[in-house]
DNA sequence: AGTTATGTACGAACTGGTTCGTTCACGACA
DNA sequence: TGTCGTGAACGAACCAGTTCGTACATAACT
């Protein structure tokens, strides 16, 4: 509703010496709110703690995000979109099907392993039944194409004759992300439990292969060893 | 300030057995603050609420727990107990391995789903980086025969020749919880964002069947369809 | 009687959100 | 070129509601 007549920038160009730089003053408040929530989740995380590591004060994050769940909302807006970004990176064009899934497994596995921090946001959004996730409708768009790459990866396969058919991608996907994100997760206890280090570069190797490989028998074309 | 007249509980009359029953006590009050803990988390739950969801009042959660991360703390430990105690319905013994290992991940899978609140504290647990699963060396003792079954059944499936060798019985443990943990912790937003129930019978059905078949596919002799 | 168990009222600290006023860049204009 | 009006950007202090934890009184049991 609000119709903006002002125009006071005169020139965009001009970043000669803004000193008022509200695109920048946002960035640094979701910056640091991103990192505060993802640590303490939203119920954890206090609006002075966010302020004080700022380079502003409280007054602007109310006056730049309204509430407490308007920042949560834009930080958790800002890790999916920040993760969907990092993968488009992922190049798997002109590789053939199983060269493909492997590189898809391994990539995702280390990419879920370089963002704890958007693991932690999901974790935490599921901890709110997905509460907030809802009132986004910028995510959403966001991920309708991050089945594009299993998709193809896998029609090309049944193509070939290297894969067998009858099977679907989106569910594909999910044990993909099953295996790398739980990885991230659950390793602080797992580990604890288990009393070993499953972060250890030797041992998130063999996580890495052994996903890598799950992956290619489950979609490989040569019989089950045992049909149920 | 008003003073308010003290409207004490009239009297529970003639209760002739124990009125007194501090085990119960403890046990209501668990019961409700591991409900509470579980859908708010930490610093979410409200003491005040789940005083007011007991049968008694919050000068008791003090007077038994101590204090919130006491109690907290409890409720941790009663929900890995609880599963534990499930755990141990599984029978496995006499099944021949591949039966055995189906049985094995099929009941993880169900068992996963049907404690969801136990899930949910590990998350919890999770976000807190295990602060407070470190505190308890109750829980570590319950969960060292966790992989009890999954090392026999593997062993005795490379002993008849079944099962390929060199594979870690931790692993296969990490990867059946993988599959079936994600199946719970990340259901609500893996349905928003790909637009599809993943909760709905017939599609856990599926969910269950292939995860046993990466499992059987994973763990079998016959050589895999890429090696790398 | 003395110990254990329990409820009620309350306080100190915290926390999300607001109020009010100041600073600063910029352009109009003398 | 210097001055001044204007609105956006920003900070310190404050407010009202909340929340953990406790003091005190009292009932029940041994």
Redesign the pocket.
Known sequence: MAVIK?E?K??PD?N???????EG?RRNILEIASKEFALNGL?G????EIAART??????I??YFG???GLYLRALENAYRQVREGEAQLDIEGLPPVAALTRLVEFTFDHHHRHEEFIRMVMIENIHHGQYLEQSNAIRELNVTAIDHISRIYSRGVEEGVFRPGLDAVELHWQISALCFFNVSNRTTFSMIFGRDFGAPAQLERLKRNSVEMLLRFVAKDEAPAER
């Not at 380079?55 to 602007?60: D, E, I, L, V, Y």
């Open positions: 002002k006071r005169p020139k001009a000669t010496t803004r000193i008022q730089d509200p003053t119920s995380a206090r609006i002075d380079r502003f004060s409280k007054r602007m109310y006056y509430d407490k769940e």
